[in-house]
């Protein structure tokens, strides 16, 4: 008999660099000649955000940051781990990674078997040491399972559910860090040598009109006044759909399957109606309060358009695991909401688990 866990974390990568390059998105985005004058200046921004910028960009705060986000992490790897998962199916955006001008698939599930990734290829580029100080060129393996991905991918289409697929990851660029620090995240306090869980990734074209237009990273005003826009990526009733076929995929099998949502929420470098300086709090704290009392009508009636309004882009993993949480009667156990302005996005966390 099939038995689900559902987990929701976030894969913000500065938690692999130090404290004092956490900040360093902001900084980044403060030098921004296009940006106003007054958005920059800290007598407008919260209270909260001047406590924590302090008189030392951020170094302090980030301290406090990442021990929050360790502790929750740990309640996630804990559930994990005292439900002893087959297969932990993964639902990440694709950042200009697998995935570029060639194709650009809404959904994508990645039939690897295990695979040596480089989990510090980020914060070498930006010349940050990592958090564990190993050797920058450190690799661990990140597990896989062609063979049940392959399965996955066939019981989607027989449900009626198109769905791409990948054997091969793009030679010569990097893994989607999506997948890889859900693994390294889980195992943050082991990393590399813990994860003894095969992952069935699944990549989500959560960045949509943005997906090529600005490469997965970071823009200045200046170009997005020019930039050509993609078409659309899935909408998050979609994608809510596609965590209710996954469910559906497993619910007549005899396998243990954890389902995870990897992302934070709504990211100050998206949201534009912000200048980048920080993420949409309130669009943010709308869907917790709706995750918290199990509206999944309210998450369903959200729009692409208020989606990428708010920065909230990569929330669509979320969606996902919403949809099959749905089908499957799932009961939220455990969450929570950690808020920043000055780590350029919120962190949500959640366990979802089967009540007897």
């Known amino acids: 008999m099939s038995a689900f866990l559902g987990l929701g974390m976030t894969h913000y990568p500065m938690i692999i660099g130090d404290d004092e390059h956490m900040a360093g998105v902001l900084r980044w985005t403060l030098q921004d000649p296009d940006i106003p004058d007054e958005a920059k200046d800290t007598a407008n921004w919260p209270a909260s955000m001047v406590a924590d910028w302090s008189d030392d960009d951020g170094a302090a705060a980030a301290a406090r940051h990442r021990d929050a986000l360790r502790v929750n992490l740990a309640k996630c790897r804990e559930a994990l781990d005292a439900f002893q998962p087959d297969l932990v199916v993964v639902w990440g955006d694709d950042q200009y990674e697998n995935f570029r001008e060639e194709v650009v698939p809404p959904f994508c599930v990645l039939a690897y078997d295990d695979l ?18 190993l050797p920058k060129d450190s690799t661990f393996v990140l597990h896989g399972d062609a063979a049940a991905s392959r399965s996955l991918v066939d019981a989607l289409l027989v449900d009626g559910f198109d769905m791409a697929y990948s054997y091969r990851k793009r030679e010569g660029e990097k893994f989607p860090h999506s997948i890889m620090n859900t693994q390294l995240f889980l195992d943050y306090d082991n990393v590399g040598r813990g994860f003894p869980y095969p992952i069935v990734p699944m990549t989500v074209n959560c960045y949509g009109e943005h997906a090529i237009a600005r490469r997965g990273g970071f823009t200045r005003f200046a170009d997005i006044a020019v930039e050509q826009l993609d078409p659309a990526g899935p909408s998050p009733k979609r994608c809510f ?21 990897s992302s934070s929420w709504s990211h100050a470098f998206l949201h534009d109606r912000g200048w980048h300086i920080r993420p949409d709090t309130a669009a943010d704290q709308k869907l917790y309060d709706a995750l918290v009392v199990g509206d999944f009508e309210a998450w369903q009636s959200v729009t692409t358009r208020e989606i990428v309004d708010a920065g909230q882009h990569e929330m669509l993993n979320w969606f996902c695991l919403l949809g099959a949480v749905a089908e499957l009667g799932l009961t939220l156990t455990w969450s929570t909401l950690v808020p920043s302005d000055v780590f350029n996005s919120n962190k949500c966390f959640a366990v979802y688990e089967e009540q007897e």
Not at 116 to 133: I, K, S
Not at 252 to 258: E, L, N, Q, S, V
């Open 116 to 133: 040596d990734v480089h989990p510090f290829t980020m914060v070498n580029e930006q010349g940050n040491p990592n958090y564990w100080g």
């Open 241 to 261: 759909d596609l965590g209710r076929a996954v469910a559906r995929a497993y619910r007549d099998t005899d396998k243990r399957i954890a389902m995870v949502a």
